[in-house]
C-alpha cells in the first residue's frame, strides 16, 4: 500500500528544471491525472461515490467508459493534439488545428463530445475552422484543452493570448460565454506559471464573474456539475479556493461528479501550475498511462522553449495577467 504522504514527484530530470519549466510539467500532468481520477466517477451523483468508493481519491480506472486505470479520455487526448498542432506550426493555427482534431477523431477516441464532434464535421464538409458563434453550444470542451496556449503564449501580451483562444476554441466552440470563462481560466493559467498566488488567481476568477454574473461562485450551488462551462467552472473555482493542496483540491472536484474527467482536468492543470511539480502524488504519477505521462512532459518543455524563444529567451514576470 503506498501512502497518501508519501509524495515526492519529481524525477531527476525533473529537479534540473527551472521554475516555468516545472510549473508547465506540473499543469501538463496536473490535467491528465485529474482526468484519469474523474474519468471513474464521471455522470455519478454524489451519493453513488459515496456508496461506491467512500471517497474517491484513487487512480482506478473502470467508470461508465470501462477504462484501464491511468486512461485519460478527450481532454488530454484533445490538449496533446492542440499542442502538436501548436508546435508543427510556431503558433495557434486554426485550420492545422481542425486538421489535428479530426486526425484524432478518425483514431475512434474513447469518448468525444456533441459539440466537439459537430465542429470537426463541419470543418470536414466545409473546409472552414470555425462554427458560428452560438451560446447553446457553451460547453466546456475547449476551456478543457486551453492548457498548450497558456504554455505557448505565457510570455505573451493579454491580447495574444485571446485572440490565439478564440482560434482554437471556435474550431468547436464559439460562444461568448464559452470564450470569457476559457480566457479566464487561460489568464489564471499564466499567473500561475509565473508563481501567482491563490490570491492572485481568485481576482482574475473575481473579474470574470463581474463581467459575467453567471459564473457566481461563492457559494456551493452545483454539486453535480454538466457540461456547461459555466457548471464547469464554478465547481473548479470552489475546489481551487477551498484548499491549499493539490491533492485535496482534486479529490473534491472529482466526488461531486458530474462531468467529473473535465473537472478534474482542468482543476489539475490550474493547481498543477500553481503549486508545482513536488506535490503531485507519487501514486498518481506512477498509475498515469507513461506513454500520455512522456508526451505531457515532452509538450510543456517544448512550448515553454517555443514561448521563451519568440520572446528573446527573456523570462519576464506576468505582467498584465
Known amino acids: ?31 491528465a491525472v485529474g482526468d484519469a481520477l474523474g474519468a471513474t466517477t464521471e455522470f455519478m451523483t454524489p451519493t453513488e461515490i459515496r456508496h461506491r468508493f467512500g471517497v474517491h481519491r484513487e487512480i482506478v480506472g473502470g467508470g461508465w467508459l470501462r477504462l484501464q486505470p491511468g486512461r485519460v479520455t478527450d ?49 470536414r464538409r466545409t473546409g472552414v475552422a470555425h462554427v458560428a458563434a452560438d451560446d447553446h453550444n457553451a460547453g466546456n470542451g475547449a476551456c478543457m484543452r486551453c492548457l498548450p496556449v497558456a504554455l505557448r503564449h505565457c510570455m505573451d501580451d493579454e491580447r495574444e493570448l485571446v485572440e490565439a483562444s478564440r482560434r482554437q476554441a471556435h474550431v468547436t466552440h464559439n460562444s461568448p460565454s464559452a470564450d470569457a470563462g476559457g480566457e479566464a481560466v487561460l489568464r489564471m493559467l499564466v499567473a500561475a506559471l509565473h508563481g501567482g498566488t491563490h490570491s492572485a488567481l481568485r481576482g482574475h476568477a473575481q473579474r470574470l464573474v463581474a463581467r459575467s454574473p453567471e459564473y457566481g461562485f461563492d457559494r456551493r450551488t452545483v454539486t453535480n456539475p454538466s457540461g456547461w462551462i459555466v457548471d464547469t467552472l464554478q465547481v473548479v473555482f470552489q475546489a481551487l479556493f477551498a484548499h491549499k493542496e493539490f491533492e485535496e483540491t482534486l479529490v473534491d472536484v472529482v466526488n461531486r461528479g458530474g462531468d467529473a474527467d473535465t473537472t478534474g482536468a482542468i482543476a489539475g492543470m490550474l493547481a498543477g501550475a500553481m503549486y508545482g511539480l513536488a506535490v503531485i502524488p507519487t501514486r498518481w504519477l506512477a498509475a498515469l498511462d507513461a ?27 506576468a505582467g498584465g495577467y
Not at 85 to 92: A, E
Request: charged letters at 20%; proline letters at 3%.
Open 1 to 31: 500500500m503506498v501512502l497518501r504522504s508519501d509524495r515526492p514527484a519529481a524525477g531527476a530530470g525533473d529537479r534540473e528544471l527551472g521554475d516555468l519549466q516545472q510549473r508547465a510539467v506540473a499543469a501538463y500532468l496536473g490535467l
Open 75 to 123: 481532454d488530454t487526448e484533445m490538449a496533446i493534439a492542440l499542442g502538436r498542432s501548436i508546435l508543427d506550426c510556431g503558433r495557434v493555427e486554426p485550420d492545422a488545428v481542425a486538421g489535428a482534431f479530426s486526425a484524432w477523431m478518425r483514431g475512434k477516441p474513447v469518448d468525444i463530445g456533441n459539440t466537439v464532434r459537430r465542429g470537426i464535421s463541419h470543418f
Open 291 to 317: 506513454d500520455v505521462a512522456a508526451v505531457c512532459r515532452q509538450q510543456a518543455l517544448q512550448l515553454i522553449e517555443l514561448a521563451t524563444c519568440r520572446a528573446g529567451g527573456l523570462v519576464v514576470g
